[in-house]
């Protein structure tokens, strides 16, 4: 049985960083591409960051470029969302995904998914 874990997210001031983290077993996981997605209130989902399985290419949503920076480790069957210079509206639910193929951008390649964690950032 396949499980993505995300870490507890939590409630950061503006300006702020974070990491978050997700473990996922059940799976083998240097095989899949690992991405991060959230969800807003009222907004949809939306792509933030992917990692291949071999750690060799990233792809980040443009508006997402130089404050996000995703990483794995495959040893640990784990990989990494840093958020820095954190923003109110980056405010969302944040979920972890594993995807064995298609579009590394598109939330319907992933086939697995974590329950979601909540980052709250403060005025």
């Known amino acids: 049985q396949v499980q993505v874990v995300e870490s507890k997210g939590g409630l950061v001031q503006a300006g702020g960083s974070l990491r978050l983290s997700c473990a996922a077993s059940?799976?083998?996981?240097?095989?899949?591409?690992m991405g991060w997605f959230r969800q807003a209130p009222g907004k949809a989902r939306e792509f933030i960051a992917a990692?291949?399985?071999?750690?060799?290419?990233?792809d980040y949503a443009t508006s997402m470029k130089g404050r996000f920076t995703i990483s794995r480790d495959n040893a640990k069957n784990s990989v990494y969302l840093e958020i820095n210079s954190l923003k109110p509206e980056d405010t969302a639910v944040y979920y972890c995904?594993?995807?064995?193929?298609?579009?590394?951008?598109?939330?319907?390649?992933?086939?697995?998914w974590g329950q979601g964690t909540q980052v709250t950032v403060s005025s």
């Open positions: 995904a594993a995807s064995y193929g298609g579009s590394r951008i598109d939330a319907s390649s992933y086939a697995y």
């Open positions: 059940g799976l083998t996981f240097s095989w899949y591409t």
């Open positions: 990692i291949t399985g071999s750690g060799g290419v990233r």
